[in-house]
Every structure is written in C-alpha cells, then in structure tokens.
C-alpha cells in the first residue's frame, strides 16, 4: 500500500466513525505532515483522492471540510418493493450470470468473488497440502453429520466477535452459505408460505424461496439506512409471514449494515410476530470497522434467529464450507442437511480450523478489510468520473460489492446481452428481486480492484449506458 | 493375501461364473497342485474354507462337489412389503446409526464405510497434496455449476463400462451421491407423489423421499433376483407412482444384482407407465464380475433415467464427490443443485480427475473388488459357525454389504440399544423400510473383514440374539 492511501485510509475511517462530521474542518496539511510523518506531497494526493471520492471538499484558503456525502455522490433510492407476496420469476439470468459454461475467455463484474491472490491465504493451502500428504484415512471418512468438531470449536470462539456465544454443539457445518440458508427455510416454512426478505436481495436465497414453493414478500429497503423495520412491521400485520430473512451486516448486493439499535427493533418484531429470522451474515466479517458489528442471533434470547454463513467470501468459495446456528429448528435443520447431502467434505474443514487456530484467519481478514475498503474508494473514485450523471452509487460498509443504480431509461439486462460479444457479464439488479424489477440497476464486484480488465469491462458498459 | 486364499477366490470366481454348476465334481487336490504349482496343504487349506462358505461340500473317497447354494446358507426371504403407499417414519434411529454425536470409541458394524486403508488410495492424497501446494488460486474458486470439466470428462469416460455413452455435458457434478438422489428426486415429483422402491431401500433415500413431501411404495424383493418387476408392474397399475428409484447393481442392502434381462422390462414398463428412474449405481463399479453389469442408463432411448452415483463407497466417502446424469430432467436437476449447495468444492475434483486420469482409480477398483470379495466369504464362513439356526444371510455379488435375516423373534432395534453400552453400532434393518418392518435384519459391513475388533462386536452381538 503506498503512503498517500493509508492516510485517505486513516481518514476515511475517522470519517467514518464519526469523528469528523459533515462540515467540520479536517487537519490542516502542515499538522498531517508533522503528525504522520510524511510528505507535503504525500498528503495533497490524500486529499486529492478523497475529494474524488466526494468525501472532502476543498475551500480556498480554509482547507479541507467533510462533505455531506448525501451532497456528492448519491445513494441509490430507498427501494419502492411490491405490496404483496410474490412468486419468484427469475432463473434463467441467474443461471447465465453464474455461468453454467464457465470458461476462461469470460471476465464477470458481477459474480461476488473474493480476491484470492494474496499471500495470506497462502498458509491455508500448505496446511491442506499437509494435511492430504499424511495421508491420514479419517480424512477421508464421512465426517459427522454436524461437521468435523476441530471446526465447529474455531467457529463459536469466532462468533464470539460478533457478540453471540454458541457452543460448538450449537452448529452445524454446512455446504457453503447456500446450503445453510436451504436448510433454514425447509425448517420454518411449508410450501405456499411467505417470507419477508430486504430488497434487492441475494439471489441465491431468492432461488431457494422459489424451489421450496414459498412466496416472497419484498420489504423496502434503504442503501444506508437498510430494511425498514417500519415497513417490515406492517408486511407482518398484513400476510402471513413465516420469516425474515434478512443480510443486515454488509448487505449484499446494497452494502449497508443496520444499525445495533435497528438489529434489535427487528429481533422484537420477530418476537412480537413470532417469527424465525433467517440472518445472513457472510460478509459480516468483512466490516472495515473493527470490532465487527454484532449480528441479531447476538440478541437472541428465545432461540429464534437462525444464523447461517460461511467462508466463501471470507476465505474461498471453492472450499464450499459454512455453518448454520439453527437455535430451536436444529432437528428440522440436520434432517435437512443429511437429506440434502450427509455431510461435507472432510480435509477442507480439518485444513481451515487448523488455519483458523493459528491466526491465520485473523490475518487474512484484516488484510482483506484494508484492501476492500481501499478498492470501494478507488472504484467509487473511477465511477463518479465516468459514469452519466444521474449514477448513484452505494456506499458499502464492508465486502467487496457495489450497487449501482442508473437512470431509469438504461436496461442492464439488455446491456448484458449486449457485452455477452466481448465475453463481459455484469448482475444486472433484475436477478435480485422477485420478478425483474431493478433493471436499471447492477451488483458490481470490486475485490480485485480497478486493475486493467476492470477498467476495460467498465469502458465498455459506459459505451451502452 | 495368502495363497490358500487366492485360491479359493479363484475357484469361487469360477464357480460363479458358472463354470462348476451345483453336483459338479472340482478338480482334485493333486490337479489342483500341479495346476496352480501350490502345496497340498494350501489346496487342502482352501477346500476346507470353500466347505465353510458352504459352496462345495466333499464325499468320502469322491472329492469335492460343488453345492447347491440353496441347501446351504439360506438367503433372506425375499420381502413381504406394504399393499399401499406408506409414509415414512423412521429416521431418530438414522439419526443414532449415522452417529451425529461421532466419536472414536464408538465402533459401527453397520456404516458403510470403505476401506481406506489401503496403498492404492495414497496417489490420489499425494496428487491432492500437490495441487494445494502448487497455490493455483483457480483450484479455491466457486466451480462451474456442473462441476469441473475434467472430472465430468473422466465421469463419462468410466460411465461406458456400465453400458453409457455419456458426454461430460450430460453431467453434474454433486455432494455425494446424497445430493444426487435428492435432486432426482426433488426434479421429478410434488409433494404428495408416490416414488416406488425395492425393499429394504438405502435410507439415505428413504429420508430424502419423506423431506420432500412423498410417500413410498415398497416393492418386494428377492436378496438374488432382486426387485420384483412383476409386483412392480401391479403397482404402477394401481397407483400414482412417478418414479421408481431402484439400486440394481451391488444393492445396498440385499446385494443383489438384477440380471441385463430384468434390467431392460423394468425399463420398459417404466416407459409403458411414463414414470422416471433413479438409478442409483453408487456400488457398481465394486462389482465382482469384470466388466461391470451394465446399468439400466445404458438401455435408456428416451432420457427418462436419471443415473446417480458418487466416489463415496470406490474412492473415499470424505471427497463428498458424486454425479448425476439427469437425462431429460437437467434443467430441474440443476436448478436443485444450486439451491442447494451452489457448488461442489473445487480441489477434491481436480484431485480426482487427475487420479482417474492416471489410471489410479482403475488399480484401486481392481484391488477392492477382490478384497471385498474375498472378506464377504470370510465374514460369512465365521457368521455361518457362529449364527443361530436359522440365520439367513445374503450373498452380493458386490460391494462390501451383508444383509442378515434372523429369526422372527430377534429384534435388532433392541439389541443395537443394549450393544450401545459398549459402544458397538448395529445397522437394524428397521432403518430400511417405511416404518420400521424388518426389525430381525440387519445390515454388516465388511469392507475390513474380519478384523479382531469386528470379531468381537460380532461375539457380543451374538450373545444377545
């Protein structure tokens, strides 16, 4: 990292927690130079790339002040959702966006995959390697139905992060993320029941909605602000809810992260309504602001959130490992899981607690934080001099995804179709809702950065908008 | 192995194969000797077994004769099954078998575990070994959808031993076979619908038939001839079946192995009636016959059988590696298979393909299939000295499963209980029906032989039937 983006680093994140707000004046050069440590030149591209990024603004011969970021680059608009359940439509644009016939020659923006270059996931694959040079059997066996107990030991010491004491005997590992959230909504819901998620919503837990015969009820949704409890409240007055699902903590695709407070407004709902919460929380460790925010199953005194993550986008999703909290549905939920696949795949699990046990974790997601967040300015930056204006762009408080919205003429379905030639993908905003809404919208992932092929795929698209 | 052993693998392979027929005089001691250039005491020493096995029985001053398997150990009755469709109800005592709470002590007789053990297994740890070393970040990706091309290609090349031509986009890859069957499954039926089986039927199935919704209907089936096409045929008259899920080559747990003829009426009535297949082939490549029986896939014009099988009981049960060729049923297939898990874990099947590629598979299945062979006779030489009158016992033609039928007032549920104290596992044959019929069978594996530890788990059994 150079000198210059650790400091807009060092002051986002003071901006960021609020120790600077709008308006108020920011250190002036000289102090900055005398504080940190470095050049005069040093902090003037700070500053330059901050005012990029809309957060800064300069003022002749004042200096530098906190721009309302309401005033710069706009969030996307609090999502007008439909007002009753609905059956999900998507599918074949989800199927094309994962690319069934995946190959090479095709760069996606869209598919929210981590960056797995760095050096710090390097000790993971040496420790499976020695794992698999033992040549130990019972890494080969079936492990239990609950997933290897080395893991499950690592997991509830690292939950303890975000506020929730489980005990190993309280998880159980799952397939991915994806089977975790599968498992959920088999065990608190029957076919032609309905189930309240934020909107836009991950796709994966939308296409889950659908294949287990429920309807979705799409709850408005705020970039920053996130689900409205308050909307969610009437939803639950007026249908037949069975449960929230809801990715409260570095949202995908919108970024936003609700508030504790608001965390907790939804977990009484949930009470007052008796329903199951199905929590999402697997970019939640992602959070650029450390100590990580606390999930709901955190204010779970009656056993009703069902946590569900994994290490697909933490680690690697080619290590299909996650974990499900099932609270009171665990039975539901291991019937569900030996059902669906018996158990997952032994020597990963055994390779990750052993990385997990020594640090090497910790130390991959904290270089993880600081390259996300620095990649969510540098694409931010790039974006509000590029795009049309009208552009509003979400402003993630961890993860590696953006969501951007366009002016209501563009279609991102269409435009993908269109770059289909150049063997671009883009998630357009339509796979993210029940029945194609959000077409003037797309999820883009930002974990590797504004490198080159970034750059050319956005070039391209600027070209259709 | 010991020569004595090869010999009398030799011989059974003979005798199976038809060349002895039941009264058929063997060749003498002395033949034998000059023939196979082995002792006398060798040839002597395998005589005596082969009278153990109960396949050849010896006159004075005659020699050895081949017996009539019937006269000797008695197979299982073949199955009085349901007249009706049947919801099913077992699955705490699954749950026990399968061993959520999996502990070292615990010793299961009944598990279907592969021999791991073995040297020809090493190779595929070493190539998995050196693919995580090697740090390709593509082997930590999410894989295609369908799985990785190399394996899918390596799939369908071994799939025209059992009759199919294949192409590797005929394929998914899945989490086992587990995840195969419950997409089949779950492709072909609503809730509600009726899914006919041969009975006793893997409950891995079982349990996958009652977490969709469906009920089932039990087909009898004789432990050598296999399922009952004649029964089935009834029953397809008379009730709304839509699929028949079947296990006809190496059935787990009969044994059986459903002869080319029957194979192709059970598809033809399958065609007659419109009803779909799933073919679960998961022991046919542990086959003692070489080449392999073919499948019923390999006599399928018109798509309608969905071939599922894994690397679970051939390879390693911890890979969670298995495959689906869904034939005209792909688009639900895959759909279900996202939802489900997204993906199946990426390094397991490169490591795999390469192992195949090598030609490490073909050794392995080579070794395993005499070994498996040679401790079915071994186990049932012991079970026949030691068994209570009356004790039927089943004879695969593959695989490493015994199937034990004894008399009515044993009951296995039971005994499995009381065997829990000291921490033996029985598989009762209860696990394997509807609701709960077979509670005088029970399932062995003997993929390790008679080893001392199963002797005495058998020795304790023993004393409490």
């Known amino acids: 990292m150079k000198l210059y983006e650790e400091l807009v680093e060092h002051l986002v994140q003071q901006i960021e927690k ?36 809309g957060l800064v603004e300069s003022r002749p011969r004042s200096g530098y002040f906190v721009r309302d970021r309401a ?45 797995l270059t760095g050096d710090t996931l390097k000790p993971l694959l040496r420790l499976w390697a020695r794992r698999a040079r033992r040549g130990d059997p019972a890494a080969l066996e079936y492990d239990s139905l609950r997933g290897s107990e080395e893991l499950r030991v690592e997991v509830a010491r690292l939950a303890a992060h975000s506020g929730c004491q489980l005990h190993p005997d309280d998880l159980v590992i799952t397939t991915g993320c994806q089977e975790a959230l599968f498992c959920a909504l088999r065990a608190v819901t029957e076919p032609g029941d309905v189930v309240a998620v934020d909107s836009p919503c991950f796709y994966g837990a939308m296409q889950a909605i659908k294949a287990n015969g429920l309807k979705v009820m799409e709850i408005p949704t705020h970039a920053k602000e996130g689900i409205s409890v308050e909307a969610l409240e009437l939803a639950l007055e007026q249908w037949p809810i069975k449960a929230i699902l809801v990715t409260p903590t570095c949202n995908n695709p919108l970024g936003y992260t609700l508030s504790d407070e608001r965390k907790r407004a939804l977990y009484r709902l949930a009470q007052r309504y008796d329903v199951a919460i199905i929590e999402d929380d697997i970019y939640g460790d992602l959070s650029y602001a450390w100590p990580r925010p606390v999930t709901i199953k955190s204010f779970d005194t009656d056993d009703r959130v069902i946590l569900c ?91 590696y995804l953006l969501w951007l919205e366009f002016p209501e003429s563009v279609d991102c379905v269409e435009i993908n179709r269109q770059l289909e030639n150049e063997d671009y993908r883009i998630a357009p905003g339509a796979l993210f809702s029940a029945s194609g809404k959000y077409r003037n919208c797309m999820r883009l992932n930002v974990s590797t950065g504004m490198d080159s092929r970034t750059e050319q795929a956005l070039t391209s698209l600027l070209q259709r908008l």
């Open 71 to 115: 005033a710069a680059a706009e969030l996307p608009s609090t999502t007008a959702t439909a007002r009753r359940p609905l059956d999900i439509s998507q599918w074949e644009g989800v199927l094309q966006m994962l690319g069934a016939d995946k190959s090479a020659r095709v760069f996606s923006l869209g598919h929210a995959m981590p960056d």
């Open 309 to 399: 993550s994994s290490f697909s986008k933490t680690l690697a999703p080619g290590l299909r490992l996650g974990w499900i909290a099932p609270g009171r549905y665990r039975s539901a939920v291991v019937h569900s899981k030996f059902v669906a696949t018996a158990a997952s795949s032994t020597l990963p699990q055994l390779a990750v607690a052993e990385f997990i046990a020594q640090g090497g974790y910790e130390r991959h997601l904290r270089k993880m934080r600081g390259q996300y967040m620095r990649n969510r300015d540098q694409v931010t930056a790039w974006l509000q001099q590029h795009m049309p204006a009208g552009t509003r762009i979400s402003y993630p408080q961890g993860g």
């Open 18 to 53: 609020g120790l600077f707000a709008a308006g108020d004046r920011l250190p002036s050069i000289r102090s900055l130079t005398r504080e940190r440590g470095v050049s005069v030149t040093t902090v003037q591209e700070a500053y330059h790339r901050l005012e990029l990024l």
